[in-house]
T-cell receptor, first 117, second 115 residues
Framework: AQSVTQLGSHVSVSEGALVLLRCNYS??????LFWYVQYPNQGLQLLLK??????LVKGINGFEAEFKKSETSFHLTKPSAHMSDAAEYFC???????????????FGTGTRLKVLA | EAGVAQSPRYKIIEKRQSVAFWCNPI?????LYWYQQILGQGPKLLIQ????????DSQLPKDRFSAERLKGVDSTLKIQPAKLEDSAVYLC?????????????FGSGTQLSVL
């Protein structure tokens, strides 16, 4: 079954430092991959997605992710962390839901990012 | 456009009681999902609807959970009877057609505490 694995349930970085959140996927076919962010007391919102084409994907708030097929990875990065980036980040893969022809999301366990002043 | 609406926002019940959650997806979205998010974990899919039909309910504990989307628009999720381990945030999400690369829109969730 297709799935995603997020390494590190908690990551702390200093303000201005590089943010790196790791996600590896398992898929026998080219996957559709997503990163979602959940700010405190808010719903999940899409940061970025990879479907086909360019392997470096740019998202909102300065985040980007690179799809690396050879490493089965889709790590999320941001060059310089801001205090407002403190949130929980989820990697997800879109997979076929049974034989319906529609798709469902499978989410990773999440990484809580803490930004230190 | 209006977002995914969920109610109530919070619910506290005692074990063995029943509870129901309501979701109104974005207008025109055929695909609706209910997810369970336990504290410290990622969202886990409970059930997926395409219009008013169930597409995937493989992880729904059918002895106590039920869900419906009778007219292919809003949906209700029910738990009867509730257990302590059902304490979680229940998220409703929707997308236009359920295709692979479509963005998923989430509601704010219902936080359930079972005492």
């Amino acid at each position: 079954a297709q799935s995603v694995t997020q390494l590190g349930s908690h990551v702390s970085v200093s303000e201005g430092a590089l943010v790196l959140l790791r996600c590896n996927y398992s898929s026998s076919v080219p996957p559709y991959l997503f990163w979602y962010v959940q700010y405190p007391n808010q719903g999940l919102q899409l940061l970025l997605k990879y479907t086909t084409g360019a392997t470096l994907v740019k998202g909102i708030n300065g985040f980007e992710a690179e799809f690396k097929k050879s490493e089965t990875s889709f790590h999320l990065t941001k060059p310089s962390a801001h205090m407002s980036d403190a949130a929980e980040y989820f990697c997800a893969v879109s997979v076929l839901a049974n034989t319906s022809g529609t798709y469902k999301y499978i989410f990773g366990t999440g990484t809580r990012l803490k930004v230190l002043a | 456009e209006a977002g995914v609406a969920q109610s109530p926002r919070y619910k506290i019940i005692e074990k063995r009681q029943s509870v129901a959650f309501w979701c109104n997806p974005i207008s025109g979205h055929a695909t609706l999902y209910w997810y369970q998010q336990i504290l410290g974990q990622g969202p886990k899919l409970l059930i997926q609807f395409q219009n008013n039909g169930v597409v995937d309910d493989s992880q729904l504990p059918k002895d106590r959970f039920s869900a419906e989307r009778l007219k292919g628009v809003d949906s209700t999720l029910k738990i009867q009877p509730a257990k302590l381990e059902d304490s979680a945030v229940y998220l409703c999400a929707s997308r236009r057609r359920g295709q692979a690369n479509e963005k998923l829109f989430f509601g704010s969730g219902t936080q359930l505490s079972v005492l």
